[in-house]
């Protein structure tokens, strides 16, 4: 193994491409570091953001038209502002009234960018998830009905594997771009792959070859997820539904 | 619309006369308000005075509680916020004039590289299908700084040196992923052609060519109109990622405001009034998106 990261210094005196994330033991500590936080990052926005779209779906479907305005609005709101700016709003806008007292922030970059991702995404995942359930047709539940399902158990063993096969597609493509996005946490100093690249180059400046690892990191990372999914969703299809 | 029973009575024509001439106009008015709020997707709420009082409501207490946190000594944040709205201005029009220039570079590229997926030229497709998918899966950040970094400050054009500043670099950084993304509009749009006006093109004896441009293509832009507009919406909440690489945009601007002013309790209000400005001019664009998604569908 050593051989093998050697062989980058190598590689660097005869030349010229310096890939300190090989050869240098903290820098490759630091990379390995970035990578895990993208990918934790990424991990807890998904769900988070999943489970804010299932609740934000049953609130939508609610009886109370105040509570629909507010998810509403909510949907449309984070939707169509940048999710940079949320953030910014977030951690330095809403962070500077959570202080103790002697300044110390008492929520974590981290937090507030999983906190903000999650919110913006979950913005998605909301309409995502009321067109799935729109989708089932009124007389699949009345046919359950007939067979003596309760209202809640029609909803989980009918109407929520339907309307989740439904719209799987769609979301995936929005998990998709979560992933990507969780780049912009490098505007709070969250230390993601961008991030500690980023302070890499500034040590060791090798901007050329630092971008080029980065964009196929991350390209490698977004092209797996994105084929996971795509097998997944081959797998959970409904035959005969759609093309 | 086929009329049958399994057409949703919602969906279903109004009857052109009724029994009650007495209600005419009232019904009219009301089926001409039904078929449009049909095709918008949403109600369309009158304004009457208790929305107003609402909104005012709200202002006030907004302003109050505001004028409250100011504190005592310095002046409320309403009148800083305002003073600076002209500098904020500017920079979210640049925003704005990024976000159409890039827009226009991406689409023609990216027309350009769907078509290219099209291709019966395998190799061709091949090549096509694997940049458009390298530039979807990269994050926009990353290809901002690749650009910004990688690209130079100038070039030479047989002889002429063209400059190249950074806000060049920056808007050709974010259109990369809009050609991209274009690149998969233009190829599902022309996919969603049925097979039929191809073959039944080819019959008539026109070549492949042809038929492209002047049967699937004309069919095709209403189709690709919604999805192009919700890019844009996309690109234009994008535009302020500019301002990590160093570029000066609204974010740069409202940062240099918030460093001159040095308050603390101006930080929440100036972020949410630049969240509000870019609100305002997306959210028309989204419901129009819908408006013409929901006057395009297909009705199945």
Known sequence: MNAFFESFRWLYDTTGINLTIFYDAFDRRRFIGGFVTTVQLAASCIVLSVVIGIAGAWLQGSRLRLTRRVVYWYIQFFRNTPPLVQLYFFYFGVGAYLKTAGGVPLVANVTWAILGLSMYAGAFNVEIFRSGIESVPKATVEAAESFGFSRLQAYRYIVLPLAFRVCLPALNNNLVNLVKTTSISYAIAVPEMLYVSAQIWSDSVNVKEMMNVLLICYVGLVGLFVFAMHRWERAMRVPGYGA | ?300
């Open chain 2, 1 to 300: 619309m086929i009329e049958d029973d399994r057409t949703p009575r919602w969906r279903r024509p109004l009857p052109r006369g009724t029994d009650l001439p007495v209600l005419m106009p009232e019904a009219a008015r009301l089926a001409r308000q039904a078929e449009r709020e049909r095709l918008a997707g949403f109600r369309m709420g009158a304004l009457e005075p208790r929305h107003a009082c609402f909104v005012l409501i709200a202002f006030l207490c907004a302003a109050g509680y505001v004028q409250a946190q100011a504190g005592a000594g310095s002046p409320p944040i309403i009148d800083t916020i305002w003073k600076w709205t002209p500098l904020l201005a500017k920079g979210f029009a640049f925003n704005i004039g990024i976000s159409a220039l890039a827009m226009a570079i991406g689409t023609g590229f990216g027309i350009l590289l769907g078509l290219a997926q099209l291709s019966r030229a395998a190799p061709m497709a091949k090549t096509a299908s694997f940049v458009t998918h390298f530039f979807r899966n990269a994050p926009w950040l990353v290809l901002l700084f690749y650009c910004m970094f990688l690209l130079p400050f100038k070039i030479t054009l047989f002889g002429v040196v063209v400059p190249l500043p950074d806000w060049v670099k920056a808007t050709f950084g974010l259109s990369l992923p809009v050609m991209a993304n274009m690149s998969e509009i233009v190829r599902g749009a022309v996919q969603s052609i049925p097979t039929g006006q191809w073959e039944s093109a080819s019959s008539f004896a026109f070549s492949r060519r042809q038929t492209l441009w002047m049967i699937i293509l004309p069919q095709c832009t209403k189709r690709m109109l919604p999805p192009w507009m919700n890019l844009y919406s996309i690109l234009t909440v994008g535009t302020v990622l500019v301002s990590v690489v160093g570029v000066s945009e609204v974010m740069t601007l409202a940062g240099d405001a918030l460093g001159s002013e040095n308050r603390a309790d101006l930080l929440m209000p100036i972020y949410f009034y630049i969240l509000v400005w870019f609100f305002l001019y997306c959210y028309p664009i989204a419901r129009w998106t819908v408006y013409l998604e929901r006057k395009y569908a297909v009705d199945f």
